[in-house]
């Protein structure tokens, strides 16, 4: 059972617009910037998205990120096939004293 | 270009140690802005945060690992460390290390090393 919540399954077609939720509580997303993670079948994850909604440099700025309260989301726009990955997020948690992820959210391309 | 690499054993008997170094190359562990991390991903499931350590040896570990958890940075080789006693096959995972840019993000991340507990 992971601390954050994200749904275990995404999907959609080749342009289409998917979201992603991570739902937390006030000691990790309530008080603390989420990150996003896509990790592609036998490699390591990659960075996608810090501070809630910044992009490291190379990532397409069809991806967004956002906070609202103890909730966070990313959003893939103008799906592609390369998309299809697992998807985490993941914040500092201050009652754990240690970083909590969710449990990764796997999104298909029809 | 920052590069981390994990080395040690791949295979460990149950109740024995797992050791595992994790190799900074491209840029000094020694900056006070990072933490140095040790995350781990059983096969086919999450991810999870074991614990992590900044260059002047304060360290964070995972409450549900704490007690067999001991994380240890060695600034001369710009290598730090990771063990983890008793383990059982619950251990079993792809042992992960990474850089983080302190309480915000895993920034750069290692390839990952396929650790297997078994007799």
């Known amino acids: 059972q992971s601390v954050l919540t994200q749904p275990p399954s995404a999907s959609g077609t080749p342009g289409q617009t998917v979201t992603i939720s991570c739902s937390g509580s006030?000691?990790?997303?309530?008080?603390?910037?989420v990150n996003w993670y896509q990790q592609l079948p036998g490699t390591a994850p990659k960075l996608l998205m810090y501070?809630?909604?910044q992009r490291p440099s190379g990532v397409p700025d069809r991806v967004s990120g956002s906070k609202s309260g103890t909730s966070a989301s990313l959003a893939i726009s103008g799906l592609q096939s390369e998309d299809e990955a697992d998807y985490y997020c993941?914040?500092?948690?201050?009652?754990?004293?240690?970083?909590?992820f969710g449990g990764g959210t796997k999104v298909t391309v029809l | 270009q920052l590069q981390l690499q994990e080395s040690g054993p791949g295979l460990v008997k149950p109740s024995e140690t797992l050791s595992l170094t994790c190799t900074v190359s491209?840029?000094?562990?020694?900056?006070?802005?990072?933490?140095w991390d040790w995350i781990r991903q059983p096969p086919g499931k999450g991810l999870e945060w074991i614990g992590s350590?900044?260059?002047?040896?304060?360290?964070y570990y995972n409450p549900s690992l704490k007690s067999r958890v001991t994380i240890s940075v060695d600034t001369s080789n710009n290598q730090f460390s990771l063990k983890l006693t008793s383990v059982t096959a619950a251990d079993t995972a792809v042992y992960f290390c990474?850089?983080?840019?302190?309480?915000?993000?895993?920034?750069?991340w290692g390839h990952g090393t396929l650790v297997t507990v078994s007799s």
């Open positions: 350590i900044h260059y002047i040896g304060s360290t």
């Open positions: 006030s000691s990790n997303i309530g008080s603390y910037t």
């Open positions: 501070s809630n909604n």
């Open positions: 491209g840029g000094s562990i020694s900056s006070s802005s990072y933490y």
């Open positions: 993941a914040a500092w948690d201050d009652s754990l004293s240690g970083w909590v």
């Open positions: 990474a850089r983080e840019y302190t309480i915000r993000e895993f920034d750069s």
